[in-house]
């Protein structure tokens, strides 16, 4: 005889119960798991800082003080550690002396380094008035072959902030007046040259100047009340070392997350809605813009119109906590929400704020 035997299928009832099983499962592994990567993603954002706090503390003792926070052309402390931080070849490429001595519109020195206004054959970003432009495109002039302010390197970037190329801008420099005559923080330079707030790169710079989400703390201007007491390490032309920090380098900010924030250009200067970031070349940032609290705004657009808090220090971390290396080296997470005198206190380093509490909100 002959028998047969029939296989047994799933029914269409307990295909759903498996697929809903399934569901189940992810739903609560998918949590635990961004849980892990955000916890990795910080650790790896607390190592960089580590690792510039080291090269800044390598730098000082070489020279007995630290880089100053911006200098007479803007460049940051970040471009004079690149050979602390193994990237002698980009700091090589860096232009650090195109300062005309004499410009018959401007009067003299003190010229930004990303200024239209640079001299020589080359710039440390593409000169904007001189873009040549295919299709109504611009497009980034070479020679040469890699700009001074060109490339991208893994320690100043945090792996929770927008990557290189989800960005659209850089900040470029935070440069107020005072009072609109001139006054740079001590620096009397030509007017114009040094006003506008926070000032990003434009195209075709924008396209090829590296990111960075870490930014020294200037505290608060020496010519601004009534924060000037808060007086920062990384101030413009300074010369502090670590040697010598009266509040204590356990209690005194030297570098804090910038991740930027999103912003709606409308087409000027070439640059297109979109997230902005930092730059390895950009100088000292003020603590009296607080911490960004807009933590819970998606990083690549801004539906409710609250633009993210591209004026200050930030992170895209869980919780929106900001890490900050002090002038000791290690590194510490500060909530967006601490007390502001607090964070004044500790971004200075001789005013004279004793801390009763040391928890800074993690």
Same mark, same amino acid.
């Given at each position: 005889?002959?028998?047969?035997?029939?296989k047994?299928?799933?029914?269409?009832?307990?295909?759903?119960?498996?697929?809903?099983?399934?569901?189940?499962?992810i739903?609560?592994?998918?949590?635990?798991?961004?849980?892990?990567?955000?916890?990795a993603?910080?650790?790896?954002?607390?190592?960089?800082?580590?690792?510039i706090?080291?090269?800044?503390?390598?730098?000082?003792?070489?020279?007995?003080?630290l880089?100053?926070?911006?200098?007479?052309?803007?460049?940051?402390?970040?471009?004079?550690?690149?050979?602390?931080?193994?990237?002698?070849?980009?700091?090589?490429?860096?232009?650090?002396?195109?300062?005309?001595?004499?410009?018959?519109?401007?009067?003299?020195?003190?010229i930004?380094?990303?200024?239209?206004?640079?001299?020589?054959?080359?710039?440390?970003?593409?000169?904007?008035?001189?873009?040549?432009?295919?299709?109504? %495109?611009? *497009?980034?002039?070479?020679p040469?072959?890699?700009? =001074?302010?060109? $490339? !991208? @390197?893994?320690? /100043?970037?945090? +792996?929770?902030?927008?990557?290189?190329e989800e960005? %659209?801008? *850089?900040?470029?420099?935070?440069n107020?007046?005072? =009072?609109g005559? $001139? !006054? @740079?923080?001590? /620096?009397?330079g +030509?007017?114009?040259i040094?006003?506008?707030g926070? %000032?990003?790169?434009?195209?075709?710079?924008?396209?090829?100047? =590296?990111?960075?989400?870490?930014?020294?703390?200037?505290?608060?201007?020496?010519?601004?009340?009534?924060?000037?007491?808060?007086?920062?390490?990384?101030?413009?032309?300074?010369?502090?070392?670590?040697?010598?920090?009266?509040?204590?380098?356990?209690?005194?900010?030297?570098?804090?997350?910038?991740?930027?924030?999103?912003?709606?250009?409308?087409?000027?200067?070439?640059?297109?809605?979109?997230?902005?970031?930092?730059?390895?070349?950009?100088?000292?940032?003020?603590?009296?813009?607080?911490?960004?609290?807009?933590?819970n705004?998606?990083?690549?657009?801004?539906?409710?119109?609250q633009?993210?808090g591209?004026?200050?220090?930030?992170?895209?971390?869980?919780?929106?906590?900001?890490?900050f290396?002090?002038?000791?080296?290690?590194?510490?997470?500060?909530?967006?929400?601490?007390?502001?005198g607090?964070?004044?206190?500790?971004?200075?380093?001789m005013?004279?704020?004793?801390?009763q509490?040391?928890?800074?909100?993690?």
């Amino acid at each position: 005889m002959l028998r047969s035997t029939a296989k047994r299928a799933f029914t269409l009832i307990e295909l759903l119960v498996v697929i809903a099983i399934i569901a189940v499962l992810i739903g609560l592994l998918l949590p635990a798991v961004q849980k892990v990567r955000e916890a990795a993603n910080r650790m790896s954002c607390s190592n960089n800082l580590k690792q510039i706090a080291l090269a800044a503390h390598n730098y000082d003792a070489a020279f007995q003080k630290l880089p100053p926070g911006t200098d007479g052309r803007l460049i940051g402390p970040c471009v004079r550690l690149l050979p602390y931080l193994e990237q002698n070849a980009q700091y090589g490429l860096y232009i650090f002396d195109v300062i005309p001595a004499y410009d018959p519109v401007l009067g003299g020195g003190g010229i930004a380094y990303y200024s239209i206004y640079n001299a020589g054959p080359q710039w440390d970003q593409p000169n904007q008035t001189n873009r040549p432009r295919s299709n109504g %495109t611009d *497009v980034v002039p070479r020679p040469p072959a890699i700009y =001074g302010c060109e $490339g !991208n @390197f893994k320690v /100043f970037r945090c +792996p929770s902030a927008p990557a290189p190329e989800e960005t %659209t801008t *850089v900040l470029l420099a935070v440069n107020y007046l005072n =009072g609109g005559v $001139g !006054n @740079f923080d001590g /620096f009397w330079g +030509p007017i114009g040259i040094f006003a506008g707030g926070h %000032t990003f790169s434009s195209a075709p710079g924008r396209d090829v100047v =590296g990111r960075s989400n870490y930014l020294p703390v200037a505290g608060e201007c020496r010519n601004f009340a009534p924060y000037n007491i808060y007086f920062g390490l990384e101030h413009f032309n300074s010369k502090t070392t670590i040697g010598r920090v009266p509040d204590g380098t356990s209690n005194t900010l030297l570098f804090g997350e910038y991740a930027g924030g999103y912003h709606d250009w409308k087409g000027s200067g070439g640059i297109p809605a979109g997230w902005m970031t930092g730059h390895w070349s950009c100088g000292f940032n003020y603590s009296c813009f607080g911490l960004d609290t807009n933590i819970n705004l998606t990083p690549m657009t801004d539906p409710l119109g609250q633009e993210h808090g591209w004026w200050s220090y930030g992170s895209e971390h869980a919780g929106g906590l900001i890490q900050f290396a002090y002038a000791d080296g290690h590194v510490q997470k500060i909530s967006p929400q601490v007390d502001f005198g607090t964070y004044l206190a500790l971004s200075g380093y001789m005013d004279g704020v004793v801390l009763q509490n040391q928890d800074q909100g993690q």
